[in-house]
């Protein structure tokens, strides 16, 4: 049965940061394309950031340069650094493992950003 389990997320000001990390159970976590994705109240779900079994990564523009994503497969954990938060990153973060067509998704954590 795969699992992903997202934590560290919380409320913090503007300005401020938090990392969110995601342990994958279940899969064979180091060839799996690893990411973020957000969903705030009333609006659709949104990517926010990849890092493929390379570590070729890829974020929102509303995000770059702020939030950085990573992963350590020998913990089969990844990670999402981020900075200078904005109340317009309040949501729920959801972490997704993709391949070949193949998705999974976690319960998520909110995050929730005070102006």
């Known amino acids: 049965q795969v699992e992903l389990a997202e934590s560290g997320g919380g409320l913090v000001q503007a300005g401020g940061s938090l990392r969110l990390s995601c342990v994958a159970s279940?899969?064979?976590?180091?060839?799996?394309?690893m990411g973020w994705y957000r969903q705030a109240p009333g609006k659709q779900r949104e990517f926010v950031a990849l890092?493929?079994?390379?570590?070729?990564?890829n974020y929102a523009d509303s995000v770059k340069g702020r939030f950085t994503i990573s992963r350590d497969n020998a913990k089969n954990t990844v990670f999402l650094q981020m900075n200078s938060l904005k109340p317009e990153d309040t949501a729920a973060y959801l972490c997704n493992a993709e391949r070949w067509g193949s998705t999974y998704w976690g319960q998520g954590t909110q995050v929730i950003v005070s102006s």
């Open positions: 279940g899969i064979i976590f180091g060839i799996w394309t």
């Open positions: 890092i493929t079994t390379g570590g070729i990564t």
